[in-house]
C-alpha cells in the first residue's frame, strides 16, 4: 500500500505565503514525477506545477514567479512554496505521484486526501 499525506493549507491573506508538503510512503521502489493540482468550487482539477525525478520542474502559467515545486528524493516528498498568494489561488491542492511499488515497468498513479487553501483579499 502506498499513501500520500499532505499538510500545510490554511488561510491566508492576499500577498502572503504557505508551503505545502507531501510524503508519499509505504511499499515504495521508486517514484517518478510529482505534482501538485488544485481544484475550485465548480471547476475542474487543474495541474500547478511537476517535478520530474531528476529535477525538471513544469508550471501552469497562472502561477509562474509565484510558486516554486521542489522535491526531497531521500524522503519521498515533494514541496510547494506558494508565494504573492491571491484569492484566485483559492482551491482544494491535491498531491500526485507517479509511483513503482515494486521492480517493474509499471508504474501507478496515487493521489494525496487535498488539502485546502484559502486566500482572503
Known amino acids: 500500500q502506498v499513501q500520500l499525506v499532505e499538510s500545510g493549507g490554511g488561510l491566508v491573506q492576499a500577498g502572503g505565503s504557505l508551503r505545502l508538503s507531501c510524503a508519499a510512503s509505504g511499499s515504495i521502489f521508486s517514484v517518478n514525477a510529482m505534482g501538485w493540482y488544485r481544484q475550485a468550487p465548480g471547476k475542474q482539477r487543474e495541474l500547478v506545477a511537476v517535478i520530474t525525478s531528476s529535477g525538471s520542474t513544469n508550471y501552469d502559467n497562472s502561477v509562474k514567479g509565484r510558486f516554486t515545486i521542489s522535491r526531497d528524493n531521500a524522503k519521498n516528498t515533494v514541496y510547494l512554496q506558494m508565494n504573492r498568494l491571491k484569492p484566485e489561488d483559492t482551491a482544494v491542492y491535491y498531491c500526485?505521484?507517479?509511483?513503482?511499488?515494486?521492480?517493474?515497468?509499471?508504474?501507478?498513479?496515487?493521489w494525496g486526501q487535498g488539502t485546502q487553501v484559502t486566500v482572503s483579499s
Open positions: 500526485n505521484a507517479e509511483i513503482k511499488p515494486r521492480p517493474s515497468r509499471v508504474l501507478f498513479d496515487y
